[in-house]
């Protein structure tokens, strides 16, 4: 499967903006997803991960202001963010694996097989 995201910008603190991921291939809705991002000088870490049975998992530091969903019919995944702040600023990369057996989807960045070439979301203050 490739995937491809797009909608990022540059924003205000306290905005929201909504990623969209992309996919091609014909079984998507087999498909664990998740959005990672990795900021400059920072080791890339999850955001959020919603598997194919549709059970979602958050990281901590956007639990209340992310939300990630999916449109299995559409092939496309999406991040909207809310209440945006000036750490939240990152390349933000979708990602998808094979259904796997985790309960929302792996939590570890080795465990996806698949990535978009990432999309930049800058929070000014």
């Known amino acids: 499967v490739q995937l491809q995201a797009s909608g990022g910008g540059l924003v205000r603190a306290g905005d929201s903006l909504t990623l969209s991921c992309t996919a091609s291939?014909?079984?998507?809705?087999?498909?664990?997803i998740a959005w990672f991002r990795q900021a400059p000088g920072k080791e890339r870490e999850l955001v959020a991960s919603?598997?194919?049975?549709?059970?979602?998992y958050y990281s901590d530091f956007v639990k209340g202001r992310f939300t990630i969903s999916r449109d299995n019919a559409k092939k496309k995944g999406y991040l909207q963010m809310k209440n945006l702040k000036p750490e939240d600023t990152a390349v933000y990369y979708c990602s998808a694996t094979w259904s796997s057996r985790y309960f929302s989807g792996p939590t570890d960045e080795h465990d996806y097989d698949y990535w978009g070439q990432g999309t930049l979301v800058t929070v000014s203050s």
């Open positions: 919603v598997a194919a049975s549709g059970h979602t």
């Open positions: 291939g014909r079984t998507y809705s087999n498909y664990d």
